[in-house]
T-cell receptor
Framework: DAGVIQSPRHEVTEMGQEVTLRCKPI?????LFWYRQTMMRGLELLIY????????DSGMPEDRFSAKMPNASFSTLKIQPSEPRDSAVYFC????????????FGSGTQLSVL | DQQVKQNSPSLSVQEGRISILNCDYT??????FLWYKKYPAEGPTFLIS?????DKNEDGRFTVFLNKSAKHLSLHIVPSQPGDSAVYFC????????????FGKGTRLSVIA
């Protein structure tokens, strides 16, 4: 099993640019989560999907953030326009159900907004 | 408001000694607790968990203790090894409530040879 695959691994962009982060969950998993890691807040949940449907996006910081899951094998997190304070590591994770035994995380995308 | 708190950002321990990582939670509805371990440039990986019906769960060198009255859990690593050096995240959930994990900020453990 390839695990959760995220791309790109690193993204450096300038303030104001659009950023798109991608995630392929583990095949067969029906819940997908986007987390953001910062020194100040640790691992915070941004949004999660169950069976491709967004369930709770209350963690999305602003309207500049949006996430989609067009099918069971792909999700995107978009930031438009990006700002320096968005710099963080963004993780995607998947599991068999929202009520988690364990989450399986991707390796993350290190985002730097200059 | 942080529902899961790890108040020690870092911890240094000598190889062979015990490492104790602490975690507090505020939501009394949480009934399932997990520890994740994260190495640099990798995603967190599951380490050990405990249900609120237990007060201890052991897996090899790793033991998690839960004190429900104090809303406190701890992870013990005995003996500590240099390969244990990582960031450890405490997480909590309502197992039956269809709610996702809530994580703490993490504690960076350094095991010194």
């Amino acid at each position: 099993d390839a695990g959760v695959i995220q791309s790109p691994r690193h993204e450096v962009t300038e303030m104001g640019q659009e950023v798109t982060l991608r995630c392929k969950p583990i095949s067969g998993h029906n819940s997908l989560f986007w987390y953001r890691q910062t020194m100040m807040r640790g691992l915070e949940l941004l949004i999660y999907f169950n069976n491709n449907v967004p369930i709770d996006d209350s963690g999305m910081p602003e309207d500049r953030f949006s996430a989609k899951m067009p099918n069971a094998s792909f999700s995107t997190l978009k930031i438009q326009p990006s700002e320096p304070r968005d710099s963080a590591v963004y993780f995607c994770a998947s599991t068999l159900s929202v009520t988690v035994e364990k989450l399986f995380f991707g390796s993350g995308t290190q985002l730097s907004v200059l | 408001d942080q529902q899961v708190k790890q108040n020690s950002p870092s911890l240094s321990v000598q190889e062979g000694r015990i490492s104790i990582l602490n975690c507090d939670y505020t939501n009394s509805m949480f009934d399932y607790f997990l520890w994740y371990k994260k190495y640099p440039a990798e995603g967190p990986t599951f380490l050990i968990s405990i249900s609120s019906i237990k007060d201890k769960n052991e897996d090899g060198r790793f033991t998690v203790f839960l004190n429900k009255s104090a809303k406190h859990l701890s992870l013990h690593i005995v003996p500590s090894q240099p390969g244990d050096s990582a960031v450890y995240f405490c997480a909590a959930s309502r197992y039956s409530g269809n709610t996702p994990l809530v994580f703490g900020k993490g504690t960076r453990l350094s095991v010194i040879a």
